[in-house]
Every structure is written in structure tokens, then in C-alpha cells.
């Protein structure tokens, strides 16, 4: 009995004892790259098997008021709203209210060669529109109340930059046209249809769709650092990037939607495998993209990932599936980028696992 107490005891230390040694290299890691404590910053989150192990905040939510990031800190996560988008088309299509081969002339009949651009090329990027984040008119739009429809019209009379299926493109347009579709199919609006069948459901209580106006409880302010300092962000009004970009989370109700994911508390796991596939090109070439999710690896161990920039605010996240790892980073100032400093945490917390 005494042996078997001291074996545990001794596995114990040792599991312990390498528990620590990550946590000390990932602090040093994000010190390396977050130097400035009195300036904005970034918070972070390592879970294993949908637990949180690790968690760390750094720097500043609000420098006017000399209010600190805590790990609850509510940022803007940019494109990784295009999860959320991705993932309410299939729970859509499960519902039988649309399907993803659906040309989009199916919802907008004046959309140009909407006969042969699918729901599937603007999840997948590969419709070819032109991206209106970079068309130099949005700038005249960029602070207006845009209605769905009056996003679609902005960008879809541009020429397009190659036909449907041809090449992969990272494009904004396709998922803000996603966004039209979902309020089409579902008869409501795109964030009453997240909050009710996705925050609601995962039990995201401090998920939003993002407002400047709105009383947010431990908001993070965003910002911009030019040679004279740091400058609250650049106001856009969040009906421009809408489905593409304008939601906001902290770290454990991102865990929360990691969590409901891989319980299909959403989705079958039939139709989920879908966001999860790597898809092809009309000659046949695979791309590392599938629903909402770049397909990548590390170190030869298949990831899902992806990031998200918005006016004030930067975020990555990366999920392993195969150890079920969810690393996760979020900045609020456009300066900080976590894209790196995650992948970086995530390549080092499954070297963490070999030396068990």
C-alpha cells in the first residue's frame, strides 16, 4: 500500500511538475512579445479535453481609466465571426431551408452570375467577388448604417476578380452575402438568429454582435499605436462587416462553442463534418479551407485555425482535434498580433504532451 502511495506520489510530481514547466515557457513567451503592462495587451487560454489549464491576461482594457484585462475581457474577434456564419448555414441546411449547392441567384436574383456561384464558394472563398474591404469607396461607408442589402449592393457590380471554383481568395464579401442568406432562409436577423441558436444553446452568456453604443459589462477598449502613441481605434459601424466580422466573446464562451462543437450540441455530426473538410478546386487542387476553418497542421498534426483583425482588435485561435486542444489569443490593439504567439503556444503545448 505504502509503494503504491509513493508511485502515485511520484507521477503526481512529475505530472505536476511538467504542468508548470509549460506554464512557465508560455508566460515567458507572451512576456517576450507583450513587453508593454501599462499599454493595451492581450488574454489567453490552453484547454485540454474542454478544460481551461491555462489562462493568462496582460496589459491594459482601457487606458484612459487605468483599467486592467482580466481573463473574462470581452473582445471584437473579427473574422473568426465567419465560424459562427459558417456553421448557421449548415445548421440551416439540416433544418432543410436551404442547401449549400444553392446558386445565390436562389436568394438574390439581381446578384451578376449568381447562376453560378454557389452558398458553398462563399463559405470555401472561391467565388471570386470582389472583396469590398478592398474596394477604396468603403471608405464612404464606413461609419453609415448599412442594411444587408445595401452591403451586397456596395460590392456586387465590382468585376470580379476570377470565376467561381478557379482559385481560393480570402474574401469578406461571400460571407456578408452568407449573412443576407441566413436572414433570408431563417426569417429573422443574423444576430437574433446567433444569439438564439448558438449563444443561447452553448451558453455563451457574454457573446454579442458588437456595438460601440450598447452597455457591454468588462469590454475591452480597442486601439491603434502611431508614432506620437496609442489612439482609440478608428469607429466603424458594425453593419459594414456584419457576418464577416462584427461579433465579440471572451475566452470561455469561445471554449463554450469549442465544447458545443465537438458534443454536436448544433449540428449532427454529419452535417459539422462538412465545416471540417478540405475542399477542391475545379482542376482538382485541395485547399486548406473548409466552412469557416483554415485546415492546417503542426508539426504534421492536423489543426483547425483562424484569426480575426478588426479596427482595435487582433485574435487566433487554434483547436487540434486529435488531442482536443483549443489555444486561444486575443489583442486590443491592432499593433499585437496573437496569430504567431498562438501557434507558437499551441506547437509547444503538444511538445508538452510527448515528454509525459
Known amino acids: 500500500m505504502q509503494r503504491l502511495f509513493l508511485l502515485c506520489l511520484i507521477i503526481w510530481s512529475s505530472v505536476y511538475s511538467n504542468a508548470q514547466d509549460l506554464n512557465r515557457k508560455i508566460d515567458s513567451l507572451i512576456q517576450s512579445e507583450l513587453k508593454e503592462t501599462n499599454g493595451p495587451g492581450g488574454v489567453f487560454l490552453i484547454s485540454k479535453k474542454g478544460k481551461p489549464v491555462y489562462e493568462k491576461a496582460v496589459g491594459m482594457a482601457n487606458l484612459e481609466v487605468d483599467y486592467k484585462l482580466n481573463t473574462n475581457s470581452v473582445f471584437q474577434i473579427g ?58 469607396a468603403l ?47 431563417s426569417g429573422g436577423t443574423y444576430e437574433d438568429f446567433i444569439k438564439k441558436n448558438i449563444f443561447d444553446k452553448a451558453g455563451m452568456t457574454n457573446s454579442y454582435y458588437a456595438s460601440d453604443r450598447k452597455i457591454i459589462k468588462n469590454r475591452a477598449f480597442g486601439y491603434h499605436k502611431k508614432s506620437s502613441g496609442y489612439v482609440n481605434k478608428t469607429v466603424i459601424n458594425f453593419s459594414v462587416p456584419f457576418s464577416s466580422g462584427s461579433l465579440m466573446s471572451t ?15 448544433l449540428l449532427s455530426s454529419k452535417e459539422e463534418t462538412k465545416a471540417f473538410t478540405k475542399y477542391k478546386l475545379n482542376n482538382g487542387q485541395e485547399i486548406e479551407y473548409g466552412y469557416g476553418w483554415h485546415l492546417k497542421n503542426i508539426s504534421g498534426i492536423s489543426t483547425r485555425e483562424h484569426g480575426g483583425s478588426i479596427f482595435g482588435f487582433k485574435s487566433m485561435a487554434v483547436y487540434v482535434p486529435s488531442e482536443d486542444i483549443y489555444v486561444l489569443g486575443f489583442s486590443n490593439c491592432d499593433c499585437n498580433s496573437p496569430t504567431q504567439l498562438v501557434k507558437d503556444m499551441a506547437k509547444m503545448t503538444l511538445e508538452n504532451l510527448k515528454t509525459k
Not at 471570386?128 to 478592398?134: A, E, L, M, P, R
Not at 451586397?152 to 460571407?175: C, T
Open 79 to 136: 473574422s473568426m465571426t465567419k465560424q459562427f456564419t459558417a456553421i448557421s448555414i449548415l445548421m440551416l441546411e439540416e433544418q432543410g431551408k436551404l442547401k449549400v449547392s444553392d446558386p445565390v441567384s436562389k436568394y438574390i436574383p439581381s446578384y451578376p452570375n449568381g447562376n453560378n456561384i454557389t452558398i458553398h464558394h462563399l463559405l470555401t472563398h472561391t467565388s471570386g467577388i470582389k472583396d469590398f474591404t478592398k474596394m477604396k
Open 251 to 265: 475566452l470561455d464562451d469561445m471554449l463554450k462553442w469549442q465544447n458545443a462543437l465537438n458534443q454536436n450540441l
Open 139 to 185: 471608405h464612404d461607408i464606413a461609419q453609415k448604417e448599412m442594411a444587408p442589402e445595401q452591403m451586397v449592393d456596395f460590392f456586387k457590380n465590382e468585376p470580379v476578380d476570377f470565376a467561381p471554383g478557379e482559385k481560393f481568395e480570402y474574401n469578406n464579401s461571400g460571407y456578408v452575402i452568407l449573412g443576407y442568406i441566413i436572414e433570408f432562409a
